[in-house]
């Protein structure tokens, strides 16, 4: 069992940044790779970034590319999301999720453990 918290979230003006946290339970932080997705009211979950286990590799969706950094400090259970040149459509419920033995890092059905989300709201 792992549990996921997030936060960091908030209302910002586009352009500006924003860092999401997600501390995670357990003694084998260091053995999942670690996604984030987002949630807009009316569509299903949505993938962001994901990080290997040793935050060597990894993946964005092709919107944040170049803007979202995700890393991850293992000796703090904790993965990060920095955001910057935040967009309007950048707005929505961010998760963290997990799920031991992933292969497929972009399917949200893949993941097992979820956060509560957290909210992000960019504004004109």
């Known amino acids: 069992q792992v549990q996921l918290v997030e936060s960091g979230g908030g209302l910002v003006q586009a352009g500006d940044s924003l860092r999401l946290s997600c501390a995670a339970s357990?003694?084998?932080?260091?053995?999942?790779?670690m996604g984030w997705f987002r949630q807009t009211p009316g569509k299903e979950r949505a993938f962001v970034a994901a990080?290997?286990?040793?935050?060597?590799?990894?993946k964005y969706t092709d919107s944040v590319q170049g803007r979202f950094t995700i890393s991850r400090d293992n000796a703090k259970n904790t993965v990060y999301l920095q955001m910057n040149t935040l967009k309007l459509e950048d707005t929505a419920v961010y998760y963290c999720?997990?799920?031991?033995?992933?292969?497929?890092?972009?399917?949200?059905?893949?993941?097992?453990?979820w956060g509560q989300g957290t909210q992000v709201i960019v504004s004109s």
């Open positions: 999720a997990t799920s031991p033995g992933l292969v497929v890092w972009g399917d949200a059905r893949r993941y097992r453990y």
């Open positions: 357990g003694r084998t932080f260091s053995s999942y790779t």
């Open positions: 990080i290997s286990r040793d935050g060597g590799r990894t």
